[in-house]
Antibody, heavy 123, light 112 residues
Framework: QLQLQESGPGLVKPSETLSLTCTVS???????????WGWIRQPPGKGLEWIGY???????FYNSSLKSRLTMSVDTSKKEVSLRLSAVTAADTAVYYC??????????????WGQGALVTVSS | DIVMTQSPLSLSVTPGEPASISCRSS???????????LDWYLQKPGQSPQLLIY???NRASGVADRFSGSGSGTDFTLKISRVEAEDVGVYYC?????????FGQGTRLEIK
């Protein structure tokens, strides 16, 4: 059974860079042409916001509202997916979820999710 | 970006009664293969979202058959035939037609 686990600092200062890692177990990151590795966030008490996703080949798609501050990477040897969001403000405070996206023609779903990591932006 | 609009935003249902949630998209979600790229997710209290329905009407593995999805183009509906206590949470629709994915605002279901 595929499992995803987010990790990283729970507190980040304004204007600094938020960094999170998603560790994948029970499967391979590069196992399928259609699998992308994505991030979704949820501010406290609010809805879901797609951040972006990336294939192990390096092909990536980002939310246009975050693109200028966003970097994602995939390390297939470590089975890790990373997220870096620069110049954070209080508006970036949220639970950050790592999830696998199946982009095959007959799917288009986030089928596996991590438990989520709360990141608070505060001085 | 495609805008997803759900209604109602909250719902209070007696156990055993049906429930229905609407999701409308600002553009058609029907692609050239004939698939509607519309998914439904349920986020139970304190949990990560879980996939319920994909491609508008297909139940994900392990999802109870009291859940059903319908619709095409820009109008979609999630129906629960008989609500149970374990169905409480927030339901989200999500479009996957475009590579820039967007979610609806969410609909909170509570039990009366």
């Amino acid at each position: 059974q595929l499992q995803l686990q987010e990790s990283g600092p729970g507190l980040v200062k304004p204007s600094e860079t938020l960094s999170l890692t998603c560790t994948v177990s029970g499967g391979f990151i590069s196992s399928n042409y259609y699998y992308y590795w994505g991030w979704i966030r949820q501010p406290p008490g609010k809805g879901l916001e797609w951040i972006g996703y990336m294939h192990s080949s390096g092909n990536a798609f980002y939310n246009s509202s975050l693109k200028s501050r966003l970097t994602m990477s995939v390390d297939t040897s470590k089975k890790e997916v990373s997220l870096r969001l620069s110049a954070v403000t209080a508006a970036d405070t949220a639970v950050y979820y790592c999830a696998r996206y199946d982009g095959s023609v007959s799917q288009g779903v986030f089928d596996y999710w991590g438990q989520g990591a709360l990141v608070t932006v505060s001085s | 970006d495609i805008v997803m609009t759900q209604s109602p935003l909250s719902l209070s249902v007696t156990p055993g009664e049906p429930a229905s949630i609407s999701c409308r998209s600002s553009q058609s979600l029907l692609n050239s293969y004939g698939y509607n790229y519309l998914d439904w997710y349920l986020q139970k209290p304190g949990q990560s979202p879980q996939l319920l329905i994909y491609l508008g009407s297909n139940r994900a593995s392990g999802v109870a058959d009291r859940f059903s999805g319908s619709g095409s183009g820009t109008d979609f509906t999630l129906k629960i035939s008989r609500v149970e206590a374990e169905d409480v949470g927030v339901y989200y629709c999500m479009q996957a037609l475009q590579t820039t994915i967007t979610f609806g605002q969410g609909t909170r279901l509570e039990i009366k």
